[in-house]
């Protein structure tokens, strides 16, 4: 029998949380099926994701395989999608309605996830069964673990706001034997503390341990070249969401000393072309910038990263 859609208490979980990351990346990872499979689901689970068609009337199908070996299908169709600001999708057995809002709070972003059962005796028997309520907790402090670890990997190790030009590159695992063969070409010496792997950032709590193999990973390295430009690179791997391609591995980074001239060469270098991150202030992990990232209109990458405040 339908519940009383005035009084839904008994049948639904609420959860809201501040995510320390601006809401341009949030919507990113929870809409790219590349980035969601990493986080997606409690502590221990795994993902494939066979389907995600973000749009009203789009379908969403996905495996979670848990920690026991068990694998659990899922679909949902999604009946509301706006931009930056909420998402709504109708999952199926167990029947519930999921709405996810996002709200800017300065450089953060506050969502509020609410999740509404078709019974009440489904809800018990979900909550009861696989413990959801403490599942869908775990999911949000995975989000944010997640969040951090692409803020990490985004970020760079400049302490100063005088201006300079950079360029960035990425690579999909090989990071240090390319700079090292750099070293050697041009003679000089990584900046700051030399190379910085994933595994010298400490683990936060609830967030999924590092293999081996990824903990050896460069998250950042900084190399003076010719005329004291400087080469920066990070290991972008698939398993954070990142797929290297040609044309998409490199940014020429620039480090203005001011907002107004962040703005000035934003708005002029995106024009005719594409924004792929607006500008805002944002945490990168060792101080706030004012950040930005944009495809000009002949296809050349531009990073924009004006140091707002130290940390």
Not at 21 to 32: D, Q
Not at 56 to 84: I, Q, R
Not at 187 to 204: K, M
């Amino acid at each position: 029998m339908q519940q009383n859609e005035n009084n839904t208490a008994d049948r639904e979980l609420r959860v809201s949380r501040i995510l320390n990351a601006p809401v341009e990346l949030v919507w990113e990872v929870w809409t790219n099926p590349d980035h969601i499979k990493n986080w997606w689901g409690p502590n221990g689970f795994t993902n494939t994701i066979a389907k995600m068609d973000l749009r009203n009337g789009g379908e969403w199908e996905l495996v979670m395989h848990g920690p026991d070996g068990t694998d659990y299908k899922n679909k949902s169709v999604f009946t509301e999608v706006v931009a930056f600001e909420k998402i709504v999708y109708k999952h199926f057995a167990p029947i519930f309605t999921a709405t996810i809002k996002f709200s800017k709070e300065g450089h953060k972003t506050k969502i509020d996830w609410h999740m509404l059962f078709e019974t009440k005796e489904e809800f018990m028997q979900v909550v009861k069964t696989h413990k959801a309520d403490e599942g869908l907790k775990q999911n949000i402090d995975k989000l944010n673990n997640y969040l951090e670890s692409q803020l990490r990997m985004r970020g760079q190790l400049k302490t100063t706001s005088t201006s300079r030009t950079s360029t960035f590159l990425n690579f999909p695992g090989n990071t240090e034997e390319a700079f090292l063969f750099y070293r050697s070409v041009f003679n000089t010496e990584f900046n700051g503390g030399g190379i910085e792997r994933l595994g010298d950032v400490p683990a936060t709590d609830g967030q999924p341990p590092l293999s081996e193999e990824d903990k050896k990973l460069i998250l950042h390295v900084e190399l003076p070249i010719l005329g004291g430009h400087i080469l920066m690179a990070t290991d972008a791997p698939e398993s954070m969401g990142f797929k290297v391609i040609f044309g998409n591995n490199s940014h020429i980074n620039l480090e203005p000393d001011c907002r107004e001239e962040t703005k000035r060469l934003f708005e002029s270098l995106s024009e005719g072309g594409k924004v792929t991150m607006e500008l805002r202030d944002m945490f990168l992990g060792k101080y706030f910038a004012y950040y930005g990232s944009c495809t000009d209109k002949f296809g050349v990458n531009w990073m924009f990263n004006c140091i707002v405040k130290e940390n």
